[in-house]
């Protein structure tokens, strides 16, 4: 059975578990909108890292678990993007993060998701992993998907290139989020 409240990440690259999605990001009825609110999480993520990392710029476990638990939370809304994506597919996905191939199974449901797959392990600098990966990795990426829904809504409609191009951000982004997770609750990355 899959924890849906927490990840277990194994030595072997394996990881099972869930989170909770948040409620601003459950669905997706107006997209635009949608967007705004998952713009709105990635800015708090950052600014909760910025409070955590004031003093010292070091971590301690209550933060990182607060970390933890928000970026899963953000892996449930780029989950339910993915779903929104490509509703009549099914939730297993695989995407090449930094040329690793990366492999999940996720089930996304009301409230919470749930997934199992296979994470290669990312070297992630100790010092300043935590905020190198919100400015160099999320934002950047970030970026792209709103560059391509700008795109798309030029003309009215999204095209199966936009679509694949948004999926492959998704897929990736969605990756990288749960690289830095398990860098956070294993002690890899310090802030």
Known sequence: MVDRDRITYYPNGRWKGGGIIPSALRTVDD???WIGRFVDFCRQLGKTYTLFSRNDGELIGQEKA???VSLRELAGGLFVFRRYLTPEAPAAFNAVENERRVSFSITVETTTWCGWGFLPFAH?????GFARWYNE????RLGDTLRVLADAQKDGTVSDTERNSMIAVVEQVAAEVLSIDRA???GYVSG
Do not use: A, K
């Open 66 to 68: 607060t970390l933890s």
């Open 184 to 186: 956070l609750v294993t």
């Open 137 to 140: 990795v999320l934002l950047y």
């Open 31 to 33: 997209l635009s909108d």
């Open 124 to 128: 992630i600098p100790e010092r300043d």
